[in-house]
């Protein structure tokens, strides 16, 4: 069972770092730095529930609010470029991020043990779910309750008039400044409301794993981030969740029979995804018959596309 | 002042390697407008077959080398077939997320290949080096910088003196226009993959020789430089690459000298997300709003 638990855990975590991708995708931003934000929001409020004896709360919270201020202010210079040069762009901001924390040594003793920070060792013994009694049920329960509200948000965004403007901006720049868009401010909010979900995901990562370091950090895990919403499609933010646990649950436990070769097989097979599925696995085609289905189905499909 | 222009000579050699790279990645965005991530993992690859060959069978240095090169290509060939020929048209997005996890792949074949985290890779010359007056180069290095040069040469004969390198800055320059006046794109991309690889393998053996050994993790760093060279440079400009590359160089072995090794890698990712910023285009970039608008248009 807890094998079970350990794995609802990653979906969740990994659900929240895919929507913080989702966010800024939604506009047409390819961004990597969400591991960057991650990274913080993990190192923030592991220092404050550790060094300083927070209770994870506002811990997390402080993380988050970390993310998003690192987002808010990498999100003015970085935006100014697109495409290709915001992929490499926003990986350098990860790595300088990944880079810091490597270098980041803060020892200090609390109740007669030396925790903290210790730059290459890593971040050992974020202990507040031991020492407070929770067990790996109940972190799953507190996880998936901030999966589940911020789904519930980023569902009703795309109910409101900021959901239409953000998918304005991503479907066409120039036509949505045309209309009295303001894309700046639509583009730093995205990426601020992306920092913000990756920092809340890399605190409560950094809680259930106990342990992080610099590595944890990699591009490849930024790429994660934003292989989620692309594989499972931007028509809805279950896109995302479906593709997470498509990724985690079947792909990686699913398959770790196969041992060495599970990696192999792995690539091949999201390839094999994105070849047939381009605009995703849950795109609008899929998603109005199931609206269909449920009996919510407009005559037209009112499917919408990314 | 001694230490300031040794330290730079030794960054100007490492960087003609990175510029290598850089062209590697220059000239496949360059005619597709893509990004070949699995680029560093293909050398990596290489570079286990030229080791493995020289754990297990004693090879010469220069066997090595041609094994190296030779492996680069064939991986590089699979790479362009699974990633980027199969995935045509606009999707630009899926096959760099594609050459991503082939990238994963390619790791995994590696750590099967060889279990061992680290492998001795042999150096071309016996170490030595020669002395000018307070300075000193390192034999590896000599070597580096003169097989950069050389290759530079070919290159620059290639693409402007032969009918291959004309159709290659044809597509290049427009794929449209250049498939109405009869050449393949198809081909010439294909071409340049295996062009790409081929100094690839080259930029690869010449770096490993110079650390003699090889990891796993080699892909990953030489993806890495070779982005962060073409970026400083230019997308897609080829003397943008060359600069690009030797900044890089001498970048990192200043900092690496006056203020750490810890500094030397976050000195080089500030540098560039600067550079990205304030000169969208890299700092050779030509044409850069017309370039930068193409490349929006297919990602």
């Known amino acids: 069972m807890a094998f079970y638990f350990g794995l609802l855990q990653t979906i969740g975590i990994h659900t929240l770092l895919g929507l913080s991708a989702y966010v800024l995708l939604l506009t047409g931003q390819l961004s990597l730095a969400q591991v960057g934000f991650f990274a913080i929001g993990a190192y923030v409020s592991g220092i404050l529930t550790v060094i300083f004896e927070y209770h994870i709360v506002p811990g997390l919270f402080a993380g988050a609010l970390a993310g998003g201020a690192f987002a808010f202010l990498v999100g003015f210079p970085a935006l100014r470029v697109k495409g290709l040069m915001l992929v490499v762009a926003t990986i350098a901001f990860s790595e300088i991020v990944r880079l810091f924390f490597f270098n980041l040594n803060w020892r200090v003793m609390v109740n007669g043990v030396e925790v903290g920070p210790d730059s290459t060792q890593g971040f050992r013994e974020i202990r507040f779910y031991a020492a407070n009694g929770w067990d790996t049920f109940d972190v799953v329960l507190f996880i998936w309750l901030f999966v589940i509200v911020v789904m519930a948000m980023l569902w009703w965004l795309d109910r409101v008039r900021a959901g239409a403007t953000l998918r304005a901006v991503g479907a066409d720049e120039l036509a949505a400044q045309s209309s009295g868009v303001n894309i700046v401010a639509v583009k730093v909010t995205a990426m601020t409301v992306g920092g913000v979900i990756a920092g809340l995901a890399g605190g409560l990562y950094a809680h259930s794993a106990t342990y992080v370091d610099h590595l944890t950090f990699s591009v490849l895990l930024a790429t994660f981030a934003v292989a989620y919403p692309i594989l499972g499609g931007l028509s809805s933010v279950f896109g995302t969740l479906i593709a997470v646990i498509f990724v985690q649950g079947i792909l990686i436990e699913g398959m770790r029979f196969l041992g060495d070769w599970r990696n192999i097989l792995f690539g091949l097979l999201i390839i094999v995804a994105m070849n047939f599925r381009p605009s995703g696995l849950l795109d609008g085609n899929v998603l109005s018959r199931i609206r269909r289905m449920i009996g919510h189905g407009k005559p037209d499909g009112g499917g919408r596309h990314a | ?299």
């Open chain 2, 1 to 299: 002042m001694v230490d300031f222009i040794q330290t730079t000579i030794d960054g100007l050699s490492i960087g003609s390697a990175y510029s290598l790279i850089a062209l590697g990645f220059t000239l496949v965005f360059g005619v597709m407008r893509r990004i070949n991530l699995s680029y560093g993992p293909s050398i990596m690859l290489g570079a286990f077959a030229g080791t493995w060959i020289f754990v297990t069978l004693d090879a010469q240095p220069w066997l090595v080398a041609a094994v190296t090169v030779a492996g680069t290509v064939a991986v590089g060939v699979y790479v362009e077939r699974v990633c980027f020929w199969a995935i045509r048209r606009d999707a630009a997005i899926a096959s760099m997320v594609s050459s991503f996890v082939i990238w994963m792949q390619l790791e995994e074949v590696a750590t099967i290949l060889l279990p061992g985290r680290t492998y001795p890779f042999p150096e071309l010359f016996r170490t030595g080096g020669v002395e000018i007056g307070p300075y000193f180069f390192r034999m590896e290095y000599v070597t580096t910088l003169t097989v950069a040069i050389l290759v530079l040469v070919m290159l620059r004969l290639l693409l402007f003196k032969t009918r291959f390198g004309l159709a290659l800055r044809a597509v290049s320059e427009n794929p449209a226009a250049a498939a109405y006046m009869g050449i393949r794109p198809g081909r010439v991309i294909f071409r340049a993959f295996v062009l790409a690889s081929l100094i690839g393998g080259i930029a690869g053996y010449l770096l490993l020789a110079a650390d003699q050994q090889v990891t796993p993790y080699f892909g990953l760093w030489a993806t890495f430089k070779g982005l962060i060279a073409m970026m400083l440079g230019g997308m897609g400009s080829i003397p943008g690459a060359v600069v690009g590359g030797l900044i890089l160089g001498v970048i990192e072995s200043q900092t690496q000298w006056y203020l750490g090794n810890a500094y030397k890698d976050l000195s080089s990712y500030l540098v560039l997300f600067m550079v990205l910023v304030l000169r969208p285009g890299g700092l050779l970039g030509q044409g850069i709003a017309e370039r930068e608008a193409q490349a929006f248009r297919r990602i």
